[in-house]
């Protein structure tokens, strides 16, 4: 059996650990000093901008369309094995435009993608009205409408895949942190996983450790980095929130989500903080209150909505690579990086573990 360990419990070491669990070759350790979906993960809106986001080719595409493909097939596969029920909006997205600049990218943008068997629809203003009755036309141009994107709840999603890839025969160790990884005799390759009371040998080493990875890996002489980027949300509940029967979906506008989810409750969010030398990574809150007047901007009626709860996480935002990095380390033949997926880690989990797949396998 070839060992595999992966260390990062989050929505991107639990998704290869599932997907891994599928080979009969495999010898697999999930490990996280905390427990599953207490990183980024549990701080997400599980927004999955796919085929509504401007990428038309190249890997930023490539990883949204095989994400999307599998997760087709995940979630009922997933919650026939576990029993878990995993929450979803699957009215789909509607991004709001406010040009008519805008309005000309995203037509030719729905020609692409109809021309790839990919549906978006432009609305007029008043084709808009009549969907999303909450929005206040009179501020924007229009706005595409994406029926196959969708919405998930990541921690439950997240939680799903670790018992799916438990009862596949992946071996679980949470609250065990992975204090050093190390090579034998130098050779670049690394074979001992050292946690605080045990050692740990592994063929494979696959780091999905988010904002850990940088600490992990530099003593295998690598200084790049994962920096954190910061987003503050908003649970609130709008009790006359009006929409059509059976139609409820994620409006995005300006880059802020309004997802419903159950009650007459809706996350809103997310702020983008960046750190700063002068500041230390804290919420502002005056960019909270600012993102809730940007969202009553085009949705009046959220004025009146009550602000049950705000929370805050870090996005793993990836130093001089795209986002993701999925590769091998260095010069290190089995250490793999399935880090820095910044905004769409949710959406990219799928993609990376087939990614990952492939590298090991090869
Ligand atoms: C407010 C907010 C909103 C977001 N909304 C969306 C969205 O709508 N759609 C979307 O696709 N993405 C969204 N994201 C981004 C998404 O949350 C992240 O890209 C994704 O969760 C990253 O997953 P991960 O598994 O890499 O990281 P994490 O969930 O952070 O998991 C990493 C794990 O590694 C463990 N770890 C690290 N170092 C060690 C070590 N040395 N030993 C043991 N364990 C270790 C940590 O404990 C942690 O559990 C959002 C993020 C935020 C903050």
């Not at 994406?146 to 919405?151: A, F, G, R, T």
């Not at 600490?215 to 509940?237: C, E, H, M, R, Y």
Request: hydrophobic share 40%; glycine share 8%; net charge positive.
């Amino acid at each position: 059996m070839t060992k595999v360990v992966i260390i990062g419990s989050g929505i991107v070491g639990s998704s290869i650990a599932y997907e891994l669990s599928n080979y009969p070759q495999f010898d697999i350790i999930l490990i996280d000093a905390n427990n599953p979906a207490t990183g980024s993960t549990g701080a997400a809106l599980g927004v999955f901008m796919g085929i509504i986001s401007r990428k038309k080719r190249g890997r930023g595409w490539r990883l949204r369309e095989s994400s999307l493909r599998r997760y087709i097939t995940l979630i009922p596969e997933l919650e026939k094995l576990t029993g878990i029920s995993i929450p979803s909006n699957n009215d789909g997205i509607v991004k709001l435009l406010f040009s008519s600049e805008e309005m000309g990218i995203y037509e030719k943008l729905a020609q692409a993608r109809s021309r790839k068997g990919y549906e978006l629809n432009i609305w007029q203003p008043q084709v808009l009205k009549d969907y999303c009755p909450e929005v206040d036309t009179s501020s924007v141009a229009g706005a595409v409408y994406s029926p196959n994107d969708k919405q998930i709840n990541p921690t439950i999603l997240n939680k799903a895949l670790v018992k799916g890839a438990s009862l596949r025969g992946v071996q679980c160790l949470f609250g065990e942190k992975v204090e050093k990884i190390a090579s034998i005799n130098n050779r670049q390759d690394c074979r001992e996983i050292h946690l605080k009371t045990k050692t740990l040998s592994a063929d494979w080493v696959i780091l999905a450790t988010a904002l850990g990875t940088s600490d992990l890996i530099k003593s295998l002489g690598s200084n790049f980095t994962v920096n954190p980027v910061l987003g503050q949300a908003l649970l609130i509940q709008h009790k006359n929130w009006k929409h059509k029967v059976d139609f409820n979906p994620v409006i995005n506008g300006n880059d802020i989500h309004l997802v419903p989810i159950q009650n007459n409750e809706f996350w809103l969010g997310a702020t983008v903080e960046f750190p700063t030398e002068e500041t230390l990574l804290m919420p502002d809150e005056a960019l909270l209150i600012k993102l809730h007047q940007k969202a009553i901007s085009f949705l009046p009626s959220l004025e009146n909505a009550s602000i049950i709860m705000s929370w805050t996480g870090k996005r793993p935002r990836p130093e001089g690579k795209p986002s993701p990095v999925i590769e091998k380390l260095g010069d290190y033949s089995n250490i793999i990086l399935a880090t820095g997926h910044y905004r769409n880690g949710i959406l990219l989990a799928p993609a990376t573990a087939e990614s990952v797949i492939e590298m090991i396998l090869q």
